[in-house]
């Protein structure tokens, strides 16, 4: 196992925490059943794109690197529909450069898309303070990133620390203390994101739309 991936490997773990995973991996899927609007496919596809090459930055740390991650922010854009996001960019990802592995596939799909569908509902409550004032959007962006990025780290540490026979104890308090620069990265990161969105593409947060040339506001986009 690399010990610096958050992706887990092939045959580090026993089936139960495999069959646990793929549950809940289903479950996330489960909740993007129904329809999808033809503005949110650009972002499923845009998102699982992003996500695919966050795997491929790497962020040198004391005596390796780690990547980024972008759960927070594929979360809040892509909200119930981000387990597929996080399933095609992690499949191609095992496929093409062996970063985690098939059978582990949803448990590292779970690990990231948890927090993920966290960080969407948190926005979700804070969707309306940002409405009363648009300056709000950078910070609340840094605290769910920074929220979704630890939970993230947390949850991976937690399944090497349990599920490892030998040496899970010293592996997972090594790849949380390593990753604690991605903390900081997808704070900021996410932060820059959602205040640049809020002010370009507000209606990709779900947010109302200044139409300028009419002086209206619409919540979707459209003029009136």
Wanted: glycine share 14%.
């Amino acid at each position: 196992m690399n010990l610096f991936a958050v992706h887990l490997a092939d045959g580090v773990l026993a089936w139960p925490w495999l069959a646990g995973g793929g549950a809940a991996a289903l479950a996330l899927l489960a909740a993007a059943r129904g329809p999808i609007n033809d503005d949110e496919i650009p972002r499923i596809g845009i998102l699982t794109g992003a996500l695919f090459v966050a795997s491929q930055l790497h962020l040198p740390v004391a005596v390796g690197s780690v990547h980024l991650l972008l759960n927070a922010i594929a979360g809040i854009l892509l909200g119930r529909f981000v387990g597929i996001a996080l399933l095609v960019a992690l499949g191609f990802q095992t496929l093409l450069f062996g970063h985690g592995g098939l059978t582990t596939l949803g448990l590292n799909v779970a690990v990231m898309g948890v927090p993920a569908l966290l960080a969407s509902l948190l926005f979700a409550l804070a969707r309306g303070a940002i409405r009363r004032s648009p300056s709000r959007a950078g910070g609340v962006g840094v605290a769910i990133g920074a929220a979704t990025s630890a939970l993230t780290v947390a949850l991976n540490g937690s399944v090497i620390w349990l599920g490892l026979e030998n040496g899970g104890r010293e592996a997972a308090v090594a790849v949380m203390l390593l990753h604690l620069p991605v903390i900081g990265v997808e704070a900021v990161g996410t932060g820059v994101i959602v205040a640049y969105l809020a002010r370009v593409k507000p209606e990709w947060l779900k947010l109302p739309v200044d139409q300028s040339s009419t002086g209206v506001i619409s919540s979707n986009g459209t003029s009136h």
